[in-house]
């Protein structure tokens, strides 16, 4: 089926360093968002992207976060600087368009913050 | 507090059998879709429903939007199926934000 990959896997960093996690999306996809999942706890939103803005993002969604596509490349999640408790699971998702369809998921990028 | 209760939090099935998981829902939601997340962590994507039933293989899940729940029968498990298993709901009141529950652990026993 569709694939949506994401680089790292995984990523060890120091507080206060910045950090970009990328997503290869599903290729005709239009919509991307980015979910974080603390261990043992549920997965959250954080952001959704469409033609290039923001379309709706959560109070998790801190000022340090930013999303950009450029040119159709990787949907790239940055947090710059980094805190502790940014330390998760970063999942990508793409859908064909928003509501109304599947979300396909990426495997992951596990960032532990020290 | 809490918009998607699923259960239970984990299960544990021979081989053959089958069980439900379900998912209750403190409000109203537009759609909801089940995932797996095997073990290298890839969410698997199994059903996206705005209403009714849908079945797939040994696989079968059902929303009521009004009733405001959704569940996701398994016959005959296989070892395959392990894994943890989610429900995500579109809450009527966002058009982008999916809402999760706490996941089931099912672990299919020979």
């Known amino acids: 089926g569709p694939k949506v990959l994401q680089i790292p896997s995984h990523q060890i960093i120091d507080m206060g360093q910045m950090v970009t996690l990328n997503c290869d999306p599903v290729s005709n996809h239009l919509y991307f968002y980015w979910y974080k999942q603390i261990l043992g706890q549920q997965m959250e939103f954080l952001v959704n992207f469409y033609n290039g803005k923001v379309m709706e993002k959560s109070k998790l969604f801190k000022d340090q976060f930013s999303v950009e596509r450029p040119d159709g490349s990787y949907f790239t999640l940055k947090i710059q600087p980094t805190a502790l408790e940014d330390s998760a699971v970063y999942f990508c998702?793409?859908?064909?368009?928003?509501?109304?369809?599947?979300?396909?998921f990426g495997e992951g990028s596990r960032l532990i913050v020290v | 507090g809490d918009q998607v209760e699923q259960s239970p939090s984990a299960l544990s099935l021979h081989e053959g059998t089958g069980s439900a998981l379900r998912c209750n829902f403190t409000t109203t939601m537009r759609a909801v879709q089940w995932f797996r997340k095997n073990s290298r962590g890839s969410l698997i994507n199994l059903f996206y429903l705005a209403s009714g039933t849908k079945e797939n293989g040994r696989l079968k899940s059902a929303f009521d939007s009004k009733e405001r729940y959704s569940t996701l029968h398994i016959r005959d498990a296989q070892l395959e199926d392990s894994g943890t298993y989610f429900c995500?709901?579109?809450?009527?009141?966002?058009?982008?934000?999916?809402?999760w529950g706490s996941g089931t652990k099912l672990i299919i026993k020979p």
């Open positions: 998702a793409s859908s064909l368009a928003g509501q109304g369809n599947t979300l396909y």
């Open positions: 995500a709901a579109e809450a009527g009141d966002s058009n982008y934000q999916l809402i």
